[in-house]
């Protein structure tokens, strides 16, 4: 059974940077693609970042372009949304996901597993 941990989220201020991290195991995910999506009250769940199991691709929303990297540590199987210049408008919980493929899709009905989420508040 696949299992997406994530951890980082929290309290911070406008400006301010977090890490979030996801530690992936259940199965070997050499062929897949892990994202990160957020959904902030009332409104639909977004794509955010995502990237290819090695970290060959990579695909962003534009909103947080040049904010935000999302990275992995594939010897233990866990990828990184690093967030940087935050704003409110990022306040969302985040979940980490992963589906089987290498194309890194932003549709979320693409991805077969995810995480809990971690919340992230960003105040202003």
């Known amino acids: 059974q696949v299992q997406l941990a994530e951890s980082g989220g929290g309290l911070v201020q406008t400006g301010g940077s977090l890490i979030l991290s996801c530690a992936a195991s259940?199965?070997?995910?050499?062929?897949?693609?892990m994202a990160w999506f957020r959904q902030a009250p009332g409104k639909d769940r977004e794509f955010v970042a995502g990237?290819?199991?090695?970290?060959?691709?990579?695909n962003y929303v534009d909103s947080v372009k040049g904010r935000v990297t999302i990275s992995g540590d594939w010897a233990k199987n866990t990828v990184y949304l690093r967030m940087n210049s935050l704003k409110p408008e990022d306040s969302a919980v985040y979940y980490c996901?992963?589906?089987?493929?290498?194309?890194?899709?932003?549709?979320?009905?693409?991805?077969?597993?995810w995480g809990q989420g971690t919340q992230v508040t960003v105040s202003s």
């Open positions: 990237i290819s199991w090695g970290g060959v691709s990579t």
């Open positions: 996901a992963a589906r089987t493929g290498a194309a890194v899709v932003a549709t979320g009905l693409r991805y077969d597993s």
């Open positions: 259940g199965r070997s995910f050499s062929t897949s693609t």
